[in-house]
């Protein structure tokens, strides 16, 4: 999955699909609702494939965390973001098991999974392997 044009704006709830870039700012999309509004330079906007987590070894790219994820749910929904803290910390174990608990902060994992459920119930997570063909 491109998540290149997919943003999270501090602030504002849920996704936003990048529609066009202005003098100013931006025109988004809301995943959820599909209505368009601007954003501006002055708001913190975050491209969710420059997003990654720290772990004890590396940081790990957000894609990979969803496609974690989209693999331990065979494609389905995860866990809710509003489940008890001991439950979000116990799955983000399962999905990322060397992530960073003095880095990696309870809020920051309830916004990825539910981030990952936003995708999910639109059909933005596609993340099996595609098979490449040659092209000798």
């Known amino acids: 999955m491109d998540l290149s044009n997919i943003l999270f704006i501090t602030g504002k709830k849920g996704l936003f699909k990048l529609i066009t ?13 599909n209505k368009r509004f601007p954003v501006f330079s002055h708001n913190k906007i975050s491209v969710l494939a420059n997003i990654s987590i720290y772990t004890h070894d590396k940081e790990v790219e957000l894609p990979k965390v969803f496609q974690n994820i ?16 001991n439950e979000i910390r116990n799955y983000m ?8 608990e ?6 920051d994992m309830r916004k990825i999974f539910f981030w990952y459920n936003i995708l ?3 059909g933005l ?8 063909e040659d092209s000798q």
């Not at 870039?21 to 609702?33: F, H, L, M």
């Not at 174990?93 to 960073?100: A, G, I, R, S, W």
Request: hydrophobic residues 25%.
């Open 21 to 33: 870039q202005t003098k100013g700012g931006a025109i988004v999309e809301d995943i959820v609702d």
């Open 70 to 85: 989209y693999q331990k749910e065979n494609g389905a929904k995860c866990i809710d973001a509003s489940s008890p803290d």
């Open 93 to 100: 174990k399962e999905v990322l098991p060397t992530y960073d």
């Open 102 to 107: 003095t880095q990696v902060h309870l809020s």
């Open 120 to 122: 999910n119930d639109k």
């Open 125 to 132: 997570i596609d993340l099996e392997p595609k098979k490449e």
